[in-house]
């Protein structure tokens, strides 16, 4: 199963008050471990119950015996406590070998924690595997890119929510992987849109700056279509907003598009969904990249790249005196496109 799948089935178990004695959060991406931490503690105790049954601690300021101590306690009034470990990368990974014993054999009216982020616990540890059999071993896997506009989508189906595809490719591509930053955004997205109604381009750019007409998905588009007007007009645009448009970020997207198109060069006979596969993007964009890729062919993608690595030598300093970063994207646009 995947890191969403197993994410919106602990989800389910939590919210269903179907607790383990013990969860392992551990993983990349950071995201899904909060979530599920925040989640845990606000089904695990009402209210009333949390001044004499929550205890947390932190990785750098506790150590394992602590955290059993706190493990072993009964509950005051209550079915059950919860100990949280924030923080649990900073330990020693063999310093988890001190728990062992009571992974084997947890006191079934606590619920303890781990929260262990931004990397992967070692899973040679047997205390590890001892976990998986008494309790909960989730692995938060950083999201790919291409997978970003699908969460989107289904995050705002979630929210009782509609997104056009269009727009969550766009959200992905300007807001990037950071999923924490992604999700906020498109919560104050859903806060501002009634239940059952639609997240539109309009309501993005006046919600989150992202211009329905001046960003890099368009821009892409009018590369593809040898658009010279709306490309350097979209230039022209960056270059107002450097802040929010760095040249280095649009050089690499450009990167990713014409390798994209390279792709389709090579994939030539497959069908509609083993090309989306190949490109990682959905299916409803095969078209487009399909027509972009006749409008350039592969002589000219070579030198396309080609011009793309020397641009961001310029943009470094390299060979370049005096050209800023708008005159550089206006120049590689035009050679581009010639």
Known sequence: MSTIDDYKKLRTDISAKKFKPVYLLHGEEAFFIDRLAEEIERNALEEHER???????????????????????????????LVVLREAQ??????????EGYFKNPTPTTVLVMLYKHKKADGRK????????????????????DKLPDWIYKYVQFQKRKIGQK?????????????????????????????GGTITADLIQRNVGISKEYNVFELQNAIGNRDHLKAQTIAHYFAMDPKDHPLVLTLGLLNSYFSKLAVVHASSGLAQGELAAALKVPPFFVKDYANA??????????????????????SKGVGNASADDGELLRELLARVMN
């Open 167 to 195: 727009e969550a490719v766009l959200l992905a591509e300007h807001l990037g992987s950071d999923l924490g930053k992604l999700t906020k955004e498109v919560e104050k997205l859903c806060i501002v849109t009634e239940e």
């Open 293 to 314: 890729a006749r409008n350039y062919p592969p002589a000219k993608l070579r030198e396309v790249l080609h011009l793309l690595r020397e641009t961001d030598l310029k």
């Open 126 to 145: 047997a205390w590890l595997k001892d976990v998986a059999k008494k309790g909960v071993v989730f692995t938060s896997d950083k999201l790919k890119d």
């Open 90 to 99: 900073t330990w020693r990974i063999d310093a988890f070998d001190k728990l």
């Open 51 to 81: 001044d004499f049954n929550l205890t947390i601690l932190y990785g750098k300021d506790s150590d394992p015996d602590q955290v059993k101590d706190a493990c072993l306690r009964f509950p005051m009034m209550a079915e059950r406590q």
